[in-house]
């Protein structure tokens, strides 16, 4: 029971966040904007439509891909230390496993279409990917040496670490897909990258998926970084670090991949080895 | 050899406009462009042939949603040279302030269809949104928002009240704060540089071998604009700079629509200040004659001339219309080989390419479609 809870509770959050970040741009933009709900009804709407064939692509294994996107995503919310389904003491390990094949799906499914759109946003993406992902385990793994333990547990760290929080919140935005990283969806180069041949039910799916990607990565920063001692101080804080991702995906225009990978492995690398040195010399 | 190839268009998110561009890739790598236009044909030369002049120029004014009143003034004015009739002084101010306002619109769009192009969206609605005081300026001043419909042969059709001179300059006066604060964003901001500068190049030899016209010309330092050259309307009697630019990337033509937007800013208001009381039309002495003229204006995309021809009826035996667009994409070629798939859209968003003036005419023989080389042409010499 607790399982299928959490999945549509994990669901309806995602979806809730996605609306936030819509509605926040459209008033920074001076814009009116959807309602905070929208993402459920554009949800259930796609799953009403009809899905097209797309000639040469693996129909059934995309359907696949798309489920196991979802799926990989929830699992990690499973993790979560105030749901505490998976908790077992190598999670961690577990965790990075599964924030990579999330990806990875992404990545998969661009390239299983025939179309040249979807295959010069997965190759992006998986470019992209190399890039962030290496930040991402560093600071996971560090985390869980810190601890001694490859369990995910809450711990209070902004302090100890902060050049590492501003380089989670960059990796976040990289995870999102967000400006200054929507690069391997950048609609006015390669329409809608990697899920341009998508529709109906693997659209939604992928769509969840990206709304799933957000609300994980900002809840693991808070829970890695903050420590939240109740639920209401989850949500406080998790609604503050996607006020600042919001900011900074209106804020800023878009990098090229080469920029992109460059700033991601020569300013992100760095800091985060700066604040790892700081600690060792402390 | 190339990798694979890119449809870019005729439906694309990137540009709203029907243009076919195949993009030939290796890598990400551009090799090789190759472009189609003609596919929004309208057919507009041959329908203007069937309208008699006084209502052709409204129909001159709906080619383009952006330079409607640059298509129709610089239409009139042929019809005026043709007549051989004087306009009043005040019609023609009139004409040069809605002028001027409509290429603050357009430059506005294009500056904001920059930012969009580079994922930059809370540029393209600040943009959109500092176009409204300008919108609401055109509205008082002709009526309309969009199509100004404000030229008739021999003048204008609506004269401006006091109360109407105040309030657009006092939109004026708010918008140009507003440019101000949009041309600290675009010259501080490190992403909208890092994107644009560099990207597009092309320098003062291309700009002349390839007759490339307007702001895009005037980003590689080629100081063409025909309202000096040519002195139509009112602006022999304006203060105004030619903007220029040496860099001549993209950063520079959107350097220099900004600039130009300073400049539209102060003709109008200098112009709104020269307004006095006095009759705005003459009555024109028909009927035509044959005769032949071509009437230019600086648009807002650069050089656009109406070549016309008259008979004795009150219909045109021939209009010839040259777009400046159609004059720019001759560089495509030139500023998207050998950059990146990325940079595609904001090479092509920084020429500000307006098709619905461009396409209106294809060679279509036999079902084929055919090329006209340049070596053709010496041909038949």
């Known amino acids: 029971m607790v399982i299928i809870e959490t999945v549509f509770i994990s669901t309806f959050l995602s979806f809730i966040y996605e609306g936030i970040v819509r509605k926040v741009t459209a008033r920074m933009q001076n814009r009116i904007g959807p309602p905070i709900w929208q993402p459920i009804l554009d949800f259930i709407k796609l799953l009403s439509k009809e899905r097209f064939e797309v000639e040469g692509s693996h129909h059934t294994f995309i359907t696949f891909v798309s489920i ?55 190759t992006r993406e998986a470019i ?54 929507n690069i391997s969806e950048a609609d006015q180069e390669i329409t809608a990258g990697y899920l341009t041949e998508c529709s109906g039910f693997e659209l939604a799916m992928f ?46 225009a878009r990098f090229r991949i080469d920029q992109g990978f460059k700033f991601l492995w020569v300013l992100l690398l760095p800091l985060i080895v700066i604040d790892i040195i700081k600690v060792m010399l402390i | 050899m190339h990798d694979m190839m890119i449809p870019f268009g005729p439906a694309h998110p990137a540009l709203p406009e029907p243009v076919y561009l195949k993009i030939f890739l290796e890598g990400e790598e551009i090799q090789d462009v190759d472009f189609a236009v003609g596919y929004n044909h309208k057919g507009i030369e041959k329908a203007l042939q069937d309208l008699d002049f006084s209502k052709s120029i409204f129909m001159t004014g709906r080619i383009c949603g952006i330079c409607s009143s640059a298509h129709s003034t610089c239409f009139t004015q042929g019809i005026e040279k043709l007549l051989d009739l004087e306009i009043p002084y005040k019609a023609k101010l009139i004409r040069t302030i809605v002028f001027e306002l409509e290429r ?103 700009v002349e071998k390839l007759c490339l016209v307007g702001p895009v010309a005037r980003a590689s330092g080629v100081p063409y604009d025909i309202r000096k050259i040519d002195k139509y309307l009112a602006y022999d009697d304006l203060d105004f700079k030619v903007i220029t630019h040496k860099d001549g990337d993209s950063f520079a033509r959107a350097f220099v629509r900004v600039q130009e937007m300073f400049e539209c800013i102060r003709l109008s208001k200098q112009a709104l200040s020269m307004i006095k009381p006095g009759p705005i039309r003459n009555k024109p002495t028909l009927p035509f004659t044959e005769k032949e003229a071509i009437s230019r204006v600086e648009a807002p995309r650069g050089e656009l001339i109406y070549y016309l021809r008259s008979n004795t009826t009150n219909k045109p035996e021939r209009v010839k219309i040259r777009t400046p667009t159609y004059a720019n994409l001759l560089c495509l070629g030139k500023i998207l080989v050998g950059h990146k798939l990325a940079d595609v859209p904001v090479s092509l968003a920084s020429l500000d390419p307006c098709l619905c003036c461009t396409d209106r005419v294809t060679v279509v023989k036999d079902g084929k479609e055919q090329i006209i080389k340049m070596e053709d042409l010496h041909g038949h010499h």
């Open chain 2, 104 to 206: 603050l619109t357009s430059h506005l769009l294009c500056v904001g269809m920059l930012g969009h192009e580079i994922g930059f969206d809370t540029l393209f609605m600040l943009c959109f949104r500092e176009r409204e005081y300008v919108l609401n300026c055109l509205e008082l001043i002709t009526g309309k928002r969009v199509v100004h419909d404000i030229n008739t042969i021999g003048g204008v059709r609506r004269d401006l009240s006091p109360e109407i001179i105040k309030q657009v300059n006092k939109n004026l006066g708010i918008l140009k704060e507003k440019v101000e604060y949009l041309r600290t964003l675009i010259t501080k901001d490190l992403l909208i540089k890092k994107r644009t500068v560099g990207i597009g190049k092309l320098d003062k030899n291309d």
């Open chain 1, 128 to 181: 992209l990917f190399l890039a962030y992902d290496l930040p991402l385990i560093i600071i996971l793994l560090y985390f869980a040496m810190n601890y001694k333990s490859l369990q995910l547990i809450p711990s209070n760290l902004i302090l100890l670490f902060p050049l590492m929080f501003i380089s989670f919140i960059v990796i976040t935005q990289a995870k999102s897909g967000y400006q200054p990283f």
């Open chain 1, 68 to 122: 196991m996107s979802v799926a990989s995503l929830i699992s990690t919310v499973f993790m979560f230390p105030l749901v505490g389904i998976l908790n077992f003491n190598w999670n961690f390990i577990l965790l990075i496993y599964l924030l990579v094949f999330s990806t990875a799906c992404f990545i998969i499914v661009g390239l299983s279409s025939p179309s040249p759109f979807p295959i010069v946003g997965s």
């Open chain 1, 207 to 252: 769509n969840l998926a990206k709304s799933l990607r957000v609300f994980v990565m900002v809840s693991l920063a808070t829970i890695l970084f903050f420590n939240p001692s109740s639920i209401l101080m989850f949500f406080v804080i998790s609604l503050i670090i996607l006020f600042i991702v919001i900011s900074l995906r209106v804020a800023l």
